[in-house]
C-alpha cells in the first residue's frame, strides 16, 4: 500500500512538473538562482577555472541527455549559462576572459548536434557564419547590436518551441556566438566585441526568463 501511494506521488510530481507550464517554469527560475549563487561562491575558489570548465560540461550533458527525455526545454538551459556569461562579462577581472572561455567550450563541444547529418551541420556553419557577420558590421552601434541581440533570441525560441530538443544549439548556438566574438577580439586585438556580448547576454537572459511565458500564451491564445 505505502509503495502504491509513493508511486502515485511521484508519478504526480512528474506530471505537475512536466505538464504544468508555470509550476515547471517557476522551479527551473529557483534552479537557475541556486546555480548562479554556487557560481558567484565558485569566483572566490582558486582553482574556478577547472570548476567552470566541469559546469560547462555538466550543463552540456543536461542539454543533450535531460533536454532529450523532456525534463528539460531548450530555453532552460539559457537560463543556467546567461546569468554566470553576464556575471564573467561584467567582472572586471582579467582572468573572467579565460574563465568564460572555459566555461563555453565544453558546453559547445558536448551541446552542439554535429552528428544529426552534413546538411544540418553546413546549414549551421552558414546561419553562424551570417549572424558573425553581422556582429562585425554593427559591433559599434548599441541599437543595432540589440536588435542582433534580439534576433538570435526570438530565433533560438522559435526554434526551441517548434523543433526537437537540442536543434536551436545546433542552428543558434550562443556559446559558438561568444567564442567566435571573443576570437575576434584576441585576433583584432579591440575590446568592442566583449562590448557587444554585454547587451547580447542581457537581451538573451531577457528571453531566457520571459520567452517561454512569451511564446506560451502566444500558442494558448491563436
Known amino acids: 500500500m505505502v509503495e502504491f501511494i509513493l508511486k502515485c506521488i511521484i508519478r504526480d510530481l512528474v506530471y505537475i512538473y512536466r505538464e504544468i507550464f508555470w509550476v515547471r517554469e517557476c522551479l527551473m527560475t529557483v534552479k537557475s ?3 548562479f549563487l554556487f557560481i558567484r ?43 554566470a556569461s553576464l556575471l564573467l562579462l561584467y567582472n572586471k ?33 552558414v546561419l553562424h557564419a551570417l549572424i558573425i557577420s553581422c556582429i562585425i558590421t554593427v559591433k559599434e552601434n548599441i541599437y543595432l547590436s540589440l536588435f542582433i541581440s534580439a534576433v ?27 567564442l567566435a566574438a571573443k576570437g575576434l577580439e584576441y585576433y583584432t586585438k579591440n575590446r568592442i566585441y566583449t562590448d557587444f556580448l554585454k547587451p547580447f547576454w542581457i537581451t538573451l537572459l531577457c528571453f531566457a526568463y520571459l520567452g517561454s511565458w512569451i511564446f506560451h500564451f502566444i500558442e494558448l491564445y491563436l
Not at 577547472?50 to 542539454?63: D, E, M, T, W
Not at 582579467?94 to 552534413?118: A, C, K, M, V
Open 41 to 83: 561562491w565558485t569566483l572566490r575558489l582558486k582553482n574556478k577555472k577547472q570548476i567552470f570548465f566541469y559546469l560547462g560540461a555538466l550543463i552540456g550533458v543536461f542539454c543533450v541527455f535531460l533536454g532529450g527525455m523532456g525534463y528539460l526545454r531548450d530555453n532552460d538551459i539559457l537560463k543556467l549559462i546567461a546569468p
Open 93 to 125: 577581472n582579467q582572468e573572467n576572459d579565460t574563465i568564460l572561455i572555459f566555461f563555453h567550450i565544453p558546453y559547445l563541444i558536448i551541446s552542439y548536434g554535429f552528428y544529426r547529418g552534413w546538411y544540418e551541420v553546413a546549414t549551421s556553419l
Open 33 to 35: 538562482f541556486v546555480v
Open 152 to 178: 538570435v533570441g526570438i530565433l533560438f525560441n522559435l526554434i526551441g518551441e517548434n523543433s526537437v530538443p537540442g536543434t536551436n544549439e545546433l542552428f543558434i548556438n550562443p556559446s559558438l556566438i561568444t
